[in-house]
């Protein structure tokens, strides 16, 4: 599972789909037109049929609603991709400062667990920071979702993540100590260090599906990292492979 530290878990009983993110691209922002409460409160309702993975107030609470495992109802044919952020506010206001430090801490989380790249995009086929309205009829047809002041502040956002991720005294994660494998047959090796590893292939522009499960296509992308960094290609991943790609 995916939830983040330091968010409230709140987690919601309806108006998501268990287990069904296909991939995560990036995380949009939205604008609730109203208050983090209501909103909270609006997603346990099933007659909503909407939901959000995150959620921030206007002091900079930040909630987590759905796991980054399963899909969140908000942004039409863009959920089984994106991971979404509601902002506590309404068209034409502007974050608050809290706001930019809580979307920054969520986009520098998911640059770490998911692969996500510290840039912004329009284009719902990208990667990185989107909003809303960017994806247009297919998105649901927001366009004004989250505004053009807060499209403006998403490279704010970018910034205060990379400052966020620069500050950390700690390095990367060190080498599990056990060898990551991919044997046919026999049951998929499983684990935070697998996500750690899927998610800094993404980065390495081997993208897999970030699900925690070292299965065939793990395999395949990391002896293709493995080939490309003159390693071993053998599809295992032991501390050297892991050291070139982990940073």
């Known amino acids: 599972m995916a939830r983040m530290p330091g968010a409230q878990w709140r987690p919601i009983s309806v108006n998501y789909t268990r287990y069904g993110q296909v991939e995560v691209r990036g995380v949009v922002l939205h604008i609730m037109a109203g208050t983090l409460t ?6 346990r309702n ?8 995150f959620g921030t107030s206007r002091a900079g609470e930040l909630r987590q609603w759905v796991d980054t495992k399963d899909r969140a109802w908000a942004q039409g ?10 902002n506590e506010g309404r068209g034409g206001d502007v974050l608050t400062d809290e706001q930019l430090d809580a979307c920054a801490r969520i986009l520098a989380w998911a640059h770490q667990e998911h692969g996500v790249p510290l840039q912004a995009t329009n284009d719902p086929n990208g990667r990185g920071l989107g909003h809303h309205g960017m994806g247009g009829a297919a998105w649901g047809g927001h366009l004004a979702c989250p505004g053009a002041r807060i499209v403006a502040q998403k490279r704010e956002i970018i910034a205060r993540a990379k400052r966020l991720l620069a500050g950390q005294e700690d390095g990367p994660p060190p080498w599990p100590g056990r060898l990551l494998k991919y044997v046919t047959g026999a049951p998929l090796m499983s684990g935070q260090d697998v996500r750690t590893w899927q998610a800094a292939l993404t980065r ?5 599906r ?12 990391t002896r293709a990292f493995q080939r490309a960094h003159r390693l071993v290609d053998d599809g295992v991943v032991g501390p050297a492979t892991w050291r070139a790609g982990v940073r």
């Open 204 to 208: 390495a522009a081997f993208p897999v």
């Open 38 to 43: 209501g909103t909270d409160a609006w997603f």
């Open 210 to 221: 970030i699900d925690g499960y070292y299965g065939a296509k793990s395999h395949a992308a």
């Open 77 to 86: 044919t863009g959920n089984r991709s994106w991971i979404s952020i509601e």
């Open 46 to 53: 099933p007659a909503a049929s909407a939901s959000s993975h």
